[in-house]
């Protein structure tokens, strides 16, 4: 089994996180719960996780800290990282130390599903390369540069120094040519390519090589003529090229540029290779600037705005492209416009699961910015023509439903928390879209709801009024003398006197529709 542990210190935090998953099922075992970064890092010593799900503000020792002194002392664990929208700019600094996993808080069951596929994906991937490397008894340049690349040998370690040595040349240099394949294993790329530049191949991943190759002038083109012929072999691919370093034994150096440049290829519609010196001025923005449009985006979908949601879509790719927001970034604030809108689908009783486009946008890595536009766009077309076809069965609109329960259940101790657990919505943001919706909120809807109930048992019943209180939902007496007086004007036993006497006077129906 994997091995697993978390650190939190909010003792209910590290609790729900055990509850996040069926770790078991999964194949984990939790191995520690540490309520500090010093705990954490003991723990990480003495048991070496495979994976560590971290918050990113402790005490003593705080997230990053604790993923810098790990990566120092050469573990190498997965980290999921957890933070609040206050701590999203501090908790990006992580990018720096490689972490890709990172969830805000309050986390959806979704988002855990897709992180934790991910992860078992490469921590299953990591098995295979250990066991191809243990087969390996020869090692050969290439093997070592990919070693020195994926962390696993240290360029500066003496013996290594030593295997290099013979390679280098003086004056040239080299750099480091990163490739990523998009459709399943590499095509095209062959002897005639490595032997015509000295290249050599480096095997990094499944769907990832890289070839080291002796700096040249014409390396700009050299590289564009392989783009091209492998797209004339069917291989599709990103290319990145890092910048040049004067010894093979920093070849890391071009690895991590030619890393940041293809970064911007999300951005890079054109196709063919990024060049990290004529690219690394510029800069990928972590910023969470687009969050004010993202909430009005939700608040659209949970009216059914439908143009005003195509607006507001390309709002923000608009911003997105203009503040060339991070890979990162685009994908969590789009995903929980999708996982959203998957949310209001239950609450109809439609399975968002059933939307082909649903299924695709979760579950597809996307490549680049159009293709993250393209697919939230298909797939707000199904949503919407979905519940266009539920909105006659729904009163038109999906608010109605909640409407509905709580005057069913304004008689039980009702909160907006329970409300939002049991409709799949954010207490917070449930509470802004029934006001925006219903022009009142929904504790001032409960009490109007109690009130008139009251109202309607006073006249209709001998029960004391402390007895009427407890029945319409009130615990406390005197909240339930403060929330009628504030709508009736007069005290119950007055407005109890009042009615009798328009009734003997033969009025009571006006009395009980004040």
């Not at 009130?474 to 709508?487: G, I, N, S, T």
């Amino acid at each position: 089994m994997y091995k697993v542990m978390f650190a939190d210190d909010e003792p209910f935090a590290l609790e729900g996180i055990s509850f996040m998953a069926d770790w078991e099922a999964l194949g984990f075992e939790i191995v520690g719960m540490c309520e500090n970064g010093e705990e954490a890092l003991a723990c990480i010593e003495a048991h070496n996780p495979d994976l560590v799900v971290t918050d990113i503000r402790m005490p003593v020792i705080d997230g990053l800290e604790l993923i810098e002194t790990v990566q120092k002392t050469g573990s190498d664990p997965i980290f999921i990282i957890l933070s609040g929208y206050n701590d999203f700019e501090y908790a990006r600094s992580a990018l720096r130390f490689g972490v890709k996993h990172y969830l805000l808080k309050p986390a959806l069951d979704s988002e855990w599903d897709a992180i934790m596929g991910l992860v078992i994906q490469e921590l299953q991937h990591r098995e295979k390369q250990k066991v191809q490397h243990d087969l390996v008894s020869n090692l050969l340049v290439s093997t070592i540069l990919a070693q020195i690349l994926r962390g696993e040998i240290s360029a500066a370690d003496e013996n290594v120094r030593e295997s290099l040595q013979p390679l280098e040349q003086e004056g040239g240099g080299w750099r480091y040519i990163h490739i990523e394949w998009l459709n399943g294993t590499p095509q095209g790329l062959d002897s005639h390519h490595l032997l015509s530049e000295n290249a050599m191949l480096i095997d990094l991943s499944e769907n990832q090589n890289g070839l080291v190759v002796p700096s040249f002038p014409d390396m700009k083109e050299w590289t564009q003529k392989l783009y091209k012929d492998l797209q004339q072999q069917g291989s599709e691919c990103c290319l990145s090229i890092g910048p040049r370093v004067d010894a093979l034994s920093d070849i890391a150096s071009s690895y991590a540029g030619a890393q940041e440049a293809s970064i911007y290829g999300f951005f890079h519609s054109v196709g063919g290779p990024l060049d990290y010196e004529t690219i690394h001025h510029k800069e990928i923005s972590y910023e969470l600037s687009e969050l004010s449009i993202v909430d009005e985006c939700l608040s659209a979908i949970e009216l059914l705005q439908e143009k005003r949601v195509e607006e507001l879509i390309n709002d923000l790719f608009l911003l997105f492209t203009e503040n060339q927001t991070g890979p990162e970034v685009v994908h969590m604030l789009v995903i929980r416009i999708v996982l959203k809108s998957a949310a209001v689908m239950r609450e109809m009783g439609i399975d968002s699961e059933a939307l082909p486009q649903f299924r695709d946008f979760t579950r597809r890595e996307h490549r680049s910015l159009c293709e993250v536009k393209v697919s939230l766009q298909l797939y707000m077309q199904q949503y919407l023509n979905q519940l266009k076809q539920h909105k006659d069965k729904f009163s038109g609109h999906p608010l109605r439903a909640i409407e509905r329960y709580i005057q069913e259940h304004f008689r039980e101790a009702l909160t907006i928390k329970e409300i939002g657990e049991r409709f799949f919505m954010n207490a917070v943001y449930l509470g802004q879209t029934y006001m925006k919706w219903a022009g009142v909120g929904i504790i001032e809807y409960i009490h109007d709801l109690r009130i008139h109930e009251a109202k309607r048992m006073l006249c209709e019943s001998e029960e004391t009024i402390r007895v009427i209180a407890e029945q319409i939902g009130y615990v406390h007496y005197h909240h339930f003398l403060k929330e009628f007086e504030k709508r009736v004007t007069d005290k119950p036993a007055v407005y109890r006197q009042i009615s009798k006497t328009l009734k003997n006077g033969g009025d009571e129906a006006i009395v009980c529709e004040l």
